[in-house]
């Protein structure tokens, strides 16, 4: 979303966070060219997958895990959730942050 961007063309395209380099700082790589870049995550916007996509849980106490999204509250910003495999398998979370979940590629 940084339009300094814009003139490499980068602006408002998609990518994939391949690697975290500190707490606010991720590698991605573009998803039509490839490249890699470096971006501060206030320069990121989360992409809401489509109803029964799946999505990591980046935050909270249920991080690192993968979910089915089952709905979205635009209203509210947040999305429901069922928890996919490990210990938390089959939990339904009513109510997440979309900023606490990332579409899984």
Do not use: W
């Amino acid at each position: 979303m940084n339009k300094d961007l814009a003139d490499k063309g980068y602006y408002k395209q998609k990518g994939v966070v391949r690697k975290v380099i500190d707490k606010y700082v991720g590698e991605i790589e573009m998803i039509e060219s490839k490249h890699k870049l470096r971006v501060d995550q206030e320069e990121l916007e989360t992409v809401i997958p489509q109803i029964g996509g799946v999505v990591r849980v980046v935050n909270g106490a249920y991080c690192g895990s993968n979910a089915r999204f089952l709905s979205v509250n635009t209203d509210k910003f947040c999305a429901k959730v069922q928890i996919e495999k490990g210990v938390y398998d089959g939990r339904v979370i009513q109510a997440i942050e979309y900023e606490d979940t990332c579409k899984v590629a």
